[in-house]
């Protein structure tokens, strides 16, 4: 069995974002040269996802509304005037861990004859919630 390890540098000038990283994971997968296997990938920082669907605008942007309605940004801490606990620590990003809890942390696609074993539209993408500083997505890859 084989096992191929790389990790993707990311770093999104905006607090909120998605990029599509299905190109760098084929990439991955070609170089790790697997044909039967399995690719894990996932964000190494706990407020960024893994997640796959549709590429497509419209539907990015409902997520973003979507997720902003489940847990709106408030850089405050008093729970009374809607901030989050979390931010008594010193840090604003409560927000980003919910959404990275409600988007998951990652994806494992099965590799067919060399490829991502996709359904239709299926693409995977990074999701950030708390951006503007470099993280990390870990792409794993074990198989023959």
């Not at 084929?26 to 990938?41: D, I, P, R």
């Not at 973003?64 to 847990?71: G, I, S, T, Y």
């Amino acid at each position: 069995m084989k096992s191929f390890r790389k990790v993707l540098l990311m770093h999104l000038p905006e607090r909120m974002g998605f990029v599509n990283i299905t190109h760098e994971v084929e990439s991955a997968l070609h170089e790790s040269a697997v044909q039967e296997g399995f690719c894990l990938v996932n964000a190494m920082h706990i407020t960024a996802s893994v997640f796959i669907n549709d590429d497509e605008s419209g539907l990015h942007a409902d997520y973003k509304r979507w997720l902003e309605k489940l847990a709106p940004f408030d850089a405050g801490s008093d729970p009374a005037r809607g901030g989050y606990l979390h931010n008594r620590s010193g840090e604003d990003n409560g927000d980003a861990h919910h959404k990275r809890q409600i988007m998951g942390r990652e994806v494992v696609v099965a590799i067919t004859k060399g490829k991502l074993d996709f359904g239709p539209w299926e693409q995977i993408f990074y999701g950030e919630f708390d951006g503007r500083r470099d993280k990390r997505v870990l792409i794993k890859i074990i198989g023959e």
